[in-house]
Antibody
Framework: EVQLVESGGGLVQPGRSLRLSCAAS????????MHWVRQAPGKGLEWVSG????????GYADSVKGRFTISRDNAKNSLYLQMNSLRAEDTALYYC??????????????WGQGTLVTVSS | QSALTQPRSVSGSPGQSVTISCTGT?????????VSWYQQHPGKAPKLMIY???KRPSGVPDRFSGSKSGNTASLTISGLQAEDEADYYC??????????FGTGTKVTVL
């Protein structure tokens, strides 16, 4: 059974940093691209970032480019999102999502339950 | 990376059909056959309903179908059922390893 478990969310002050993690199990992690998708409270879905199976291809939404860094450790079956210079508008539930292919196409066949990030002073 | 445009809400009676549109540009929806659709019930993670414009994952009822014409993709739910009441989002590849979601549509079963 595919499982994606996010962690690392919490309350953080504007301008500070936070690192999210996603522990994957139930599939061959290094065969597939992975993504982060967020959803602000009461709002719609927003694609944040995606990484190919071998980290060779990476993409970011304009809203986070230059502030967020996606990475993965295939030996640990884990996906990460380093978030720097956080802003109030980054407040959201952050989902880890698996792609059905190794390439960075925004198509997600499995989702975690999300980790909540709140940016506030 | 502007959000794709979806109607805020659509509604229908049980057994009827509803169609949700998803309008983008030639840089996203119109440029690639990589449009997917997600169903989200309140408090739950999204669920994949359609991918590659019109393909259905195993386990998704064939009442759900997808299509695309130009810069607009569509999701049709035929034979609407009470459990179809949810929010629906389209998503498209936008080039350079990026994606963009639609604004979301609330489907109400009357």
């Amino acid at each position: 059974e595919v499982q994606l478990v996010e962690s690392g969310g919490g309350l953080v002050q504007p301008g500070r940093s936070l690192r999210l993690s996603c522990a994957a199990s139930g599939f061959t992690f290094d065969d597939y691209a992975m993504h982060w998708v967020r959803q602000a409270p009461g709002k719609g879905l927003e694609w944040v970032s995606g990484i190919s199976w071998n980290s060779g291809s990476i993409g970011y939404a304009d809203s986070v480019k230059g502030r967020f860094t996606i990475s993965r450790d295939n030996a640990k079956n884990s996906l990460y999102l380093q978030m720097n210079s956080l802003r109030a508008e980054d407040t959201a539930l952050y989902y880890c999502a698996k792609a059905p292919l190794g390439v960075v196409i925004p198509h997600f066949d499995y989702w975690g339950q999300g980790t909540l990030v709140t940016v506030s002073s | 990376q502007s959000a794709l445009t979806q109607p805020r809400s659509v509604s229908g009676s049980p057994g009827q059909s509803v169609t949700i549109s998803c309008t983008g540009t030639s840089s996203d929806v119109g440029g690639y056959n990589y449009v997917s659709w997600y169903q989200q019930h309140p408090g739950k993670a999204p669920k994949l309903m359609i991918y590659d414009v019109s393909k259905r994952p195993s386990g998704v009822p064939d009442r759900f179908s997808g299509s695309k014409s130009g810069n607009t993709a569509s999701l049709t739910i035929s034979g609407l059922q009470a459990e179809d009441e949810a929010d629906y989002y389209c998503c498209s590849y936008a080039g350079s390893y990026t994606g963009v979601f639609g604004t979301g549509t609330k489907v109400t079963v009357l």
